[in-house]
């Protein structure tokens, strides 16, 4: 969803937001040709946070699907399959298990519960839904996302509570593209992860728990565009987290109230990638309309609920909603 003077709707039930006599967001509605607004800066494409919740114990958040066709607007999506690179920007590892900070490696080199969710998500019934939309020339995206890398970049770390801007990030990838600690692609989606309150876009857990967008960096004098997702630590905010304790809880409390909001930005991005292809008449995007819901839920050995088994383990992780008014699901 686009964020922009609609940031407080998106805070609350979207479908209580302003709309104009069409339907749309306003004054954040896509134009008549599917582009953003341009008086949207910058271009977030946010997940909201949930509402009022009594969190005794350890009850389960449960949001509202938003109804209604999603159409396909011209612009391009990550057809072929969507690469990820995660960016941990900390003095210290940020999820049990992480990368050390100052190093950088492959996917495979990850040992956090974060990199295993990374590495499952590609090809499984759960990211399949993504599958149902396609790009301008009617090719299915495909069921494909490669964790290709990590950088835990230790330079530069912002403090706690410190509010980071958009501009700021993207000066941060741009260093890390100049010494050699990421390499620059146009398919991949940098997933900017920070720790504690770091406040990463300045809205977090007022406006949001996350966002995707994109910037312009310089690669070899050339300007490109660069896909980046803002995901800030979730577990510091309660508007961020659907429970108390998530399935993962024992081994490091932090991955849960994460990997939901992870899916959520790196499935928009895959079909969404610049905002001008796949969102509904209200600006909500196939994530968005599922947000903060889960389907048929079980119960681990915590007490905690999931709902997804992936690479040995147990999540929790929100619907996403199939392109032909399919509503929202967890396979396809």
């Known amino acids: 969803m686009l964020l922009g003077a609609v940031a407080a709707a998106a805070c609350s039930d979207p479908s209580t937001a302003p709309t104009d006599a069409s339907g749309r967001l306003s004054p954040a509605a896509p134009s008549a040709q599917g582009a953003p607004s341009p008086d949207v800066v910058p271009d977030r494409h946010i997940h909201p946070p949930h509402g009022p919740w009594s969190n005794a114990g350890n009850a389960l958040y449960i949001g509202t699907p938003i109804n209604g066709r999603i159409f396909y607007r011209g612009g391009p999506v990550l057809q072929a399959g969507t690469n990820v690179v995660a960016v941990y920007w900390a003095n210290s590892t940020i999820y049990v298990g992480g990368p050390t900070p100052g190093t950088r490696g492959t996917g495979a080199q990850d040992g956090s519960l974060m990199g295993l969710f990374l590495r499952s998500i ?20 495909k069921n494909v996302v490669n964790y290709t890398g990590f950088w835990a970049n230790n330079n530069s770390v912002p403090a706690n509570g410190a509010s980071v801007s958009d501009a700021q990030m993207i000066s941060m990838l741009q260093s890390g593209f100049n010494a050699g600690s990421i390499a620059y692609d146009p398919s991949t989606l940098y997933i900017i992860f920070s720790a504690g309150t770091v406040n990463l876009g300045g809205g977090f857990g007022t406006q949001y728990c996350a966002y995707h967008t994109h910037g312009t960096v310089t690669i070899n004098g050339s300007a490109k565009t660069v896909l980046y997702s803002a995901m800030p630590y979730n ?9 108390n304790q998530g399935p993962n809880y024992a081994t490091d409390p932090g991955v849960d109230p994460e990997v939901s909001v992870v899916a959520h930005e790196t499935e928009e991005t895959t079909t969404d990638m610049l905002g001008n292809a796949w969102f509904d008449n209200r600006g909500w995007e196939n994530a968005d309309k599922c947000a903060w819901t889960w389907g048929t839920t079980q119960t681990a050995g915590n007490g905690a609920a999931y709902n997804l088994t992936l690479g040995g383990r147990q999540w929790l992780v929100q619907r996403n909603w199939i392109a032909s008014n399919g509503g929202c699901a967890m396979s396809y």
Do not use: R
């Not at 019934?125 to 299915?140: L, V, W």
């Not at 577990?235 to 429970?243: G, K, M």
């Open 122 to 141: 590609g090809g499984s019934p759960y990211f399949n839904i993504n599958t149902s939309y396609t790009d301008a020339s009617g090719a299915k995206i």
């Open 235 to 243: 577990a510091a905010s309660s508007s961020c987290i659907a429970q």
